[in-house]
C-alpha cells in the first residue's frame, strides 16, 4: 500500500501578524479621524445654529420681565390695568383670606 504524502500546513506567521497590526491601526486611525470630523462640525454647527439664540432668549425674558412687573394701562377708557405679577397674587391671596 503506497503512503499518502500530505504538504504539511505552516502558515507564515510573520505575514498574519503585520497584517493584523496593520488593520489595527488602520481602524484605530480611521475611528480617530471620524471622532474629530464629528466634534469639528457639530462646534461649527452649533455656533451658526446657536449664533444668536443667547441674546434672543435674554431679550425675550427682558420683555417678559417687563411685561409682568409694571403697572400700565391695558385699555384706559375700560379702566382695565396691569399690575405687576408679585402684587397680583398677593391681591389674589389677600382676597382668599
Known amino acids: 500500500m503506497a503512503l499518502l504524502h500530505f504538504e504539511q500546513d505552516r502558515p507564515n506567521v510573520g505575514a498574519i501578524v503585520s497584517i493584523t497590526l496593520i488593520g ?4 484605530y486611525l480611521f475611528i480617530l479621524v471620524a ?3 464629528y466634534h469639528v462640525t457639530s ?3 452649533a455656533e451658526t445654529m446657536g449664533g444668536g439664540m443667547l441674546e434672543r432668549a435674554q431679550s425675550f425674558y427682558a420683555k417678559q420681565e417687563e411685561a ?5 394701562y391695558i385699555d384706559k377708557e375700560k ?3 396691569a399690575l405687576p405679577i408679585r402684587r ?8 382668599e383670606k
Open 88 to 95: 397680583a397674587m398677593q391681591l389674589v391671596l389677600e382676597e
Open 68 to 72: 409682568f412687573s409694571d403697572y400700565r
Open 79 to 81: 379702566g382695565k390695568v
Open 43 to 45: 462646534s461649527q454647527r
Open 35 to 37: 471622532d474629530v470630523l
Open 24 to 27: 489595527t491601526l488602520v481602524l
